[in-house]
């Protein structure tokens, strides 16, 4: 490392920028947020840098003099040749630490990009080397951090006194984890700060605070395979997990996102190929967050919709659990934007229905004469295996042999693949596909003007 990042205290200093134009307004911008005081010299000062000189800082309409740099914490300058070194050789005769906007040959150090979550915050270089790319990572890191962040510091800060006069050393790093990584934060960025400070004091007030108290288990729907349509929340609680439990529908780009040392189990399954039983699955959440644990369930799409995240809530629920369902993209909405059909239509479709092929052994299928009417999507979830029964059954009900459906298989995913068919057709066109992947039968009008393509029709556009 050529630089070695520092925090410095700005209470009580102060800090001098020198220059009148739109860099340095721009860096004034980042100084002004501290707690120093700032002097701001500059000739001739634009407007942007006018409307900044205000409470603690003080604009001075002249020319640098080298005694304007003695006892500052740091000098910044954006004034431009020659005044830029002439301020560099009199912070560094001072001994001042300088920065010289775009001059590293100048500066004594570098200004990193900010994550700005006060008191947390979040500081980015890259040696000076390519200060664009540590832009776009500070854009990364803003979207992971949630905007409550600086408060829950704030919320957590003011029970320190308290937390230190209860626990004894060890455990307060522990209470803090879990704090941190569990049902308080959780709550407190939900925006229940009411909660969050009911389950921390009441953390607290038990005898075995000390020990591991029960950790939380989220439901998190990551859509339905392409990366970039995982919310903010999804990846935080994958980022955050120290136990995660992944599902069969999730594609590799998504468990890239998982954080890397959090313990991974691969409880995926298949139709008709369980891998782990459906009580050992819930066993397991259950069993490590009793260790205190944060545990992740990975759920293809959103767990509410054909996930089984509504049985497996009210289980954790009955065992004491807390739980949190995070939603997700489901496929349908997925595949509806990758492939251009949409699901409603003023023109074509006044409702859409979303059903499943794979109904409980003991349970009965949907009532397919409730969908038998023209103009109303049906979009069937786990309906390869019996598309030649839906079809017909449809059609027995009243609905034309001749409806338009689309067979979308790996949805949003680079092997994305559209089949057309009709109804009288639905049956052969699955048959002889040869369908491996997750797949949908969008079956109604709004599908009429759908093309075969084995690319997600956005790309395809794109080509
Ligand atoms: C157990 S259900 C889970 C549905 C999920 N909870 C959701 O909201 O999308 C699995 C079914 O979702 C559909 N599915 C999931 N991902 C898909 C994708 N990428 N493309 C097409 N269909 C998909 C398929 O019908 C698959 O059999």
Redesign the pocket.
């Known amino acids: 490392m050529d630089q070695f990042p520092l925090f410095v205290t700005t209470a009580g200093r102060s800090i001098l920028v020198v220059g009148g134009g739109e860099e340095a307004a721009r860096k004034l911008r980042l100084v002004a947020r501290t707690t120093a005081a700032v002097d701001v010299i500059a000739e001739a000062p634009g407007a942007d840098l006018c409307a900044q000189c205000v409470g603690a800082v003080t604009l001075h309409r002249r020319a640098f003099s080298a005694a304007d740099v003695q006892g500052r914490l740091f000098v910044v300058s954006a004034a431009g040749s020659p005044v830029d070194e002439a301020v560099a050789a009199a912070a560094q005769a001072a001994g001042v630490p300088v920065n010289v906007v775009d001059r590293p040959d100048l500066s004594t150090f570098l200004m990193p990009a900010i994550v700005d979550r006060d008191p947390v915050v979040v500081a980015i270089g890259s040696g000076g080397a390519a200060p664009v790319l540590a832009k776009s990572i500070r854009a990364r890191i803003e979207s992971l951090l949630p905007a409550r962040l600086g408060a829950l510091a704030r919320f957590a800060d003011s029970f320190r006194p308290a937390v230190k006069g209860t626990l004894p050393q060890a455990a307060r790093r522990r209470f803090w984890e879990w704090v941190f990584a569990g049902p308080v934060a959780a709550a407190f960025l939900g925006g229940d700060e009411a909660r969050a400070r009911s389950t921390l004091i009441d953390r607290l007030n038990r005898a075995e605070a000390a020990a591991d108290g029960p950790g939380l288990v989220q439901l998190v729907?990551v859509?339905?395979?392409d990366p970039d349509l995982l919310t903010f929340k999804a990846l935080r609680a994958m980022q955050e997990a120290d136990v995660v439990l992944i599902d069969a529908?999730v594609s590799a780009e998504i468990l890239e996102c998982v954080r890397r040392d959090a313990l991974r189990i691969d409880v995926g399954k298949r139709?008709d190929r369980h891998t782990l039983p459906q009580a050992e699955i819930e066993r397991l959440m259950i069993d490590h967050a009793r260790a205190g644990r944060r545990v992740v369930r990975l759920?293809?799409?959103?767990?509410?919709?054909?996930?089984?995240?509504g049985e497996e809530r009210e289980h954790l629920l009955a065992a004491g659990v807390p739980v949190e369902v995070v939603p997700?993209?489901?496929?349908?909405f997925?595949?509806a934007a990758a492939t251009g059909i949409p699901l409603t239509h003023r023109d074509h479709a006044q409702g859409v229905t979303f059903v499943?092929?794979?109904a409980k052994a003991d349970g009965g299928g949907p009532d397919w004469s409730c969908l038998a009417a023209a103009n109303h999507t049906v979009v069937?979830?786990?309906?390869?295996g019996t598309a030649a029964d839906t079809a017909r059954s449809l059609i027995a009900a009243g609905r034309a042999a001749a409806t338009p459906c689309a067979v979308?298989?790996?949805?949003?995913?680079p092997d994305?693949r559209v089949l057309p068919a009709t109804l009288a057709t639905l049956g052969d066109t699955v048959a002889a596909a040869g369908i491996a992947?997750?797949?949908?039968l969008i079956i109604g009008e709004v599908t009429a003007g759908v093309v075969a393509a084995a690319v997600p029709a956005a790309r395809a556009a794109a080509l």
């Open positions: 729907g859509g339905p395979g529908l139709k759920k293809g799409g959103d767990p509410f919709l054909f996930g089984r995240g997700g993209i489901s496929a349908a997925g595949c499943t092929g794979h069937v979830y786990m309906g390869v979308v298989e790996n949805g949003t995913r994305q992947g997750p797949a949908l």
